[in-house]
């Protein structure tokens, strides 16, 4: 993964580049200590992953967030403690507070580097699994668990054969891009399933063992359960 480090003070930097080298997925392209610059660069270069500083002179790495339109992961290095809520509200993968070991950033860099492996390996070969932002946490869920998602108002429900997780951080059309279209469908526009833990269908619905799903019309004409 391509990465690089925004700091105001160069010796942090030196600390990120230093457990970077040690890293072997890592590569760190570049380090600045002025966020601007930062910015000029990613507008011209590939870059999967950020440590990002949050106290900075002209800009707060926040805002510096929040400025970017398609932002890459980001992984938050701190003195303060006081932003982690919100650094994870913006979906950081993690929040390094300083000093962090080697070991602490180590375990940061390989959450990321999940994250990057699942979003470019979709539609070049099976998923096992997906990350579902639970609170301020992204929690592993495998394929194979997952019975059937739910809409539910401002929420999205993923039922697995044994509980459910409820997720206020990603949607149902987010999770319909993500997921293989080999193993699930959009039987709803509230509703996508597994294909193979259907128990039977008919052309208004979808037994999910005791569980029934409606088929909306619009999705009728484009199931294809096989």
Known sequence: MIAIAIDDEPIALD????????????????????AFEAITYLQQNKVDLIFLDIKMPD????DFLKALTKPPMVIFTTAYSE???????LDAVDYLLKPFSLSRFLKACNKAKELFDLRNNLGEQKPEFIFIKDGYE??????????????SGNYTQIHLDNGKL???????????????????????????IAKGKIS???????WMGENIIPIGNTYLQNLKLS
């Open 15 to 34: 600390i990120v580049m230093l457990h970077a080298s040690k890293v072997p997925f890592i590569e760190l392209s570049e380090r600045f200590t002025n």
């Open 59 to 62: 800009i707060s790495g926040i």
């Open 83 to 89: 932003h982690a809520v919100q650094s994870f509200e």
């Open 138 to 151: 992204q929690v592993k869920v495998l394929l194979t668990e997952i019975l059937y998602i739910e809409a």
């Open 166 to 192: 409820l997720s206020s951080r990603i949607t149902i059309n987010e999770l319909a891009d993500l997921l293989p279209s080999k193993l699930f469908i959009r039987t709803h526009r509230a509703f996508i």
């Open 200 to 206: 039977k269908y008919d052309r208004s619905q979808v």
